[in-house]
């Protein structure tokens, strides 16, 4: 078929405000909006101004509406547990309803913010939308993240409630949330009115009913024998669904605000349009709801488009075996899945020849989207091969909430570039720029910025920091939104996404700060200095490497502060960290204004080639530097700079 792309890119760029006034009619107003775009409001304008909605009615109670209550909304499987259960959209109301009930009794309003720091279990789903029903505000904490995370983020929302579970599961262990949630409690400055427990039979916890703790399904079984029912919220497009904390560049998390109208509108329009699928269809997005993939994918897009969506707990690989994903689309009809190329490294290094493909009926897959990280051209020609359908890459960020750049499938796809999640999305205006601001030649490197305003969807703001959100986004690009990834176009406009320009690494498709776990290892007694960068890894992608500078006079056994530091990173950002190679130097190699060369240590680390930077203070560290990588097996075979 060929591709619609640049038409309906063309008609977005003639006329942005029919091009998303036109997608608005695709969902429920309680008032529709009479103005698209008003440059006026907000930071950068705001989107569907006037409208009136409510995200959870367009989610569930419209496709109810519309004669559809019996369909799948949710699937759940649990590859730990063995749990299987799919929820209707009639199903789907009805926790929801409860859920809804159990918090407006314990005074959750709209505008409220609630935290939820849960595995990944279909009660997580039903607590979002029961926050988005009545208007109040939620917050979801990935279940990898430390008390000390989840503490910040309590005080930072000043969350009234907290809905957590007794634990989580990983491969081999019980991962118990409670004490980390009692710890964060103690520790917040901002004490929620009640933390609701989610027991699970693997674990139970101890309430802490003191405090404010209760029984999650205790509390939701009442409401549901009661039958309660719950009205949505009127909220104006512009009212906040969520805050979704990601990492910033020091241990203070962004809160990444995301409004109503302009979400669900966005949203919405990508399940057709970008991802290809028809409302009844399975899309399975496996990833985590802590994340923003898993709020978009997960959760919202597709249960606006009336898709059944699947709530996986597991891993691709050993849960219980490189199979699971491939059990997954056969069982449920998946007809797209979405994941981060981790997830398919570490199937391939467990069945490189794809022996366990071919015992699956996989022929109902249609498309496998892959975000999150850099998708290696040699893990994507693999997926292809082996599954026979298009593998497709695509880029976005928490911020953006939504695909910058993809190859649209629902529009009819575009010819392939390995190493390129191919063109700008409708709403997207994409440019790369000198550090000075002006634009660069095709093929020539730079930052990728985009025109503003955002696209509906996009983050309005960071929570209750809108100077924070103007420092970090927009004041250096001005009219733009600086995506702090460095990459290049080629003559045909196809986006190529390089590096990170800021020190966020993605491990494992996880978003982790560098600049946070130096912030950690600074807390050792013993460290005098610090740097950690993120080295290659073939398949995480990307791990932290941290190198320790000790206090003159330290006499301790150097492998022991290296475990206490390391201890100390999973203590206070969590094992999600993978914070494992720490190396100890005499010195850190930096300007002679003092900055550390963070960016020219990772070129070595990499072995890639590298440039002596004219400001160095003293060239010999950089030689130290890469005999200590050498030693630890990283750095390529050539540690001299290329020519400057
Ligand atoms: N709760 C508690 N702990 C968690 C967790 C959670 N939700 N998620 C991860 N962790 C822990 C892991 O158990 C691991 O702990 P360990 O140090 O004790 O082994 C640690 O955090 C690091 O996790 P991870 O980096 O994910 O490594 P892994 O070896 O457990 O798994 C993969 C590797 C590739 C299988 C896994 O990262 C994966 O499935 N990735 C898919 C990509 C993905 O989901 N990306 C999300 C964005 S799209
Ligand atoms: P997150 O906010 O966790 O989604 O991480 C966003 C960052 O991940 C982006 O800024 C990129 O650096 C990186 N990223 C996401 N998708 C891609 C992709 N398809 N190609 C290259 N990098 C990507």
């Not at 009926?361 to 051209?377: N, Q, T, V």
Request: contains cysteine.
């Amino acid at each position: 078929m060929q591709s619609r792309y640049h038409e309906v890119y063309q008609e977005w760029q003639q006329d942005p405000d029919t091009f998303w006034g036109e997608a608005a009619k695709a969902l429920h107003w309680f008032k529709p909006p009479t103005r698209v775009f008003d440059p006026d409001q907000g930071v950068y304008g705001r989107w569907f101004a006037d409208g009136e909605t409510n995200t959870c009615y367009n989610c569930l109670d419209r496709h109810i509406a519309d004669g559809r209550g019996g369909d799948r909304a949710l699937i759940f499987d649990s590859a730990m547990t063995g749990d299987q259960r799919i929820y209707s959209y009639d199903d789907m109301l009805t926790e929801v309803q409860a859920v809804a009930a159990v918090l407006k009794n314990l005074g959750v309003e709209k505008g409220d913010r609630v935290i939820i720091y849960m595995p990944m279990v279909p009660e997580a789903v039903f607590s979002m939308l029961a926050c988005a029903r009545l208007g109040a505000i939620h917050s979801v904490v990935f279940g990898g993240f430390a008390a000390h995370e989840l503490a910040t983020r309590l005080d930072d929302s000043q969350a009234k409630v907290v809905i957590s579970a007794s634990c989580g599961l990983e491969p081999g262990r019980v991962v118990p949330y409670k004490p980390l949630l009692d710890q964060a409690v103690d520790m917040a400055r901002v004490k929620p009115d009640c933390c609701l427990i989610l027991q699970r039979d693997q674990l139970h916890a101890a309430l802490r009913y003191e405090h404010g703790d209760a029984d999650f399904a205790h509390l939701v079984e009442v409401e549901k024998a009661k039958g309660t029912v719950v009205p949505c919220a009127v909220m104006a497009a512009t009212d906040p669904l969520y805050i979704l904390y990601t990492s910033g560049t020091t241990g203070q998390p962004k809160g990444v605000v995301r409004d109503n109208g302009g979400h669900m509108v966005a949203l919405n329009w990508t399940m057709a349009n970008i991802y290809g699928v028809s409302p009844g269809e399975a899309f399975w997005a496996a990833s985590d709801i802590g994340w923003v993939v898993g709020h978009s994918y997960i959760v919202y897009g597709p249960l606006l488009a009336g898709n059944a969506t699947v709530v996986f707990e597991g891993k691709p690989v050993g849960t219980p075996d490189s199979a699971a994903f491939w059990r997954v689309i056969e069982d449920y009809d998946v007809k797209v899945l979405f994941t981060a190329p981790t997830a398919f490294r570490a199937i391939r290094r467990d069945d490189p020849d794809g022996d366990l493909v071919y015992r699956h009926d996989l022929s109902g897959l249609r498309a496998l989207f892959l975000a999150g990280e850099r998708a290696d051209p040699e893990t994507l020609k693999w997926a292809e091969r082996l599954l026979k359908v298009p593998v497709i890459d695509h880029w976005w960020q928490t911020e953006t909430g939504w695909a910058i750049a993809a190859n649209p499938a629902g529009l009819g796809l575009l010819p392939f570039k390995y190493g390129s999640p191919t063109l700008p999305m409708p709403g997207y205006a994409i440019e790369v720029v000198d550090d000075a601001g002006h634009p660069v030649e095709a093929g020539t490197l730079g930052n990728i910025v985009i025109r503003l305003p955002l696209p509906p969807g996009c983050l309005v703001s960071f929570w209750n920091a809108d100077q924070r959100f103007r420092a970090t986004c927009l004041d250096e690009f001005p009219g733009y939104y600086k995506t702090a990834d460095a990459g290049m176009r080629d003559e045909d406009g196809y986006v190529f996404v390089m590096a990170r320009t800021d020190d966020i690494i993605n491990c494992a498709g996880h978003r982790l700060s560098t600049g946070a776990m130096e912030e950690v290892c600074a807390m050792h007694p013993d460290v005098a200095e610090c740097a950690v960068i993120g080295v290659m890894d073939a398949l995480k992608g990307q791990i932290p490497c941290g190198f320790l500078v000790l206090k003159n006079r330290v006499t301790r056994d150097n492998a022991l502060i290296i475990r206490e530091v390391v201890d100390l990173v999973r203590q206070e950002i969590g094992p999600v960290a993978a914070f494992r190679t720490v190396m100890i130097v005499e010195r850190l190699p930096k300007t002679r204004s003092g900055k550390i060369l963070r960016g020219t240590m990772q070129k070595i680390a990499d072995g890639m080639p590298w440039k002596m930077p004219a400001t160095i203070d003293d060239p010999a560290i950089l030689d130290e530097i890469g005999a200590i990588l050498r030693n630890h097996g990283y750095a390529g075979p050539s540690p001299t700079p290329s020519a400057a």
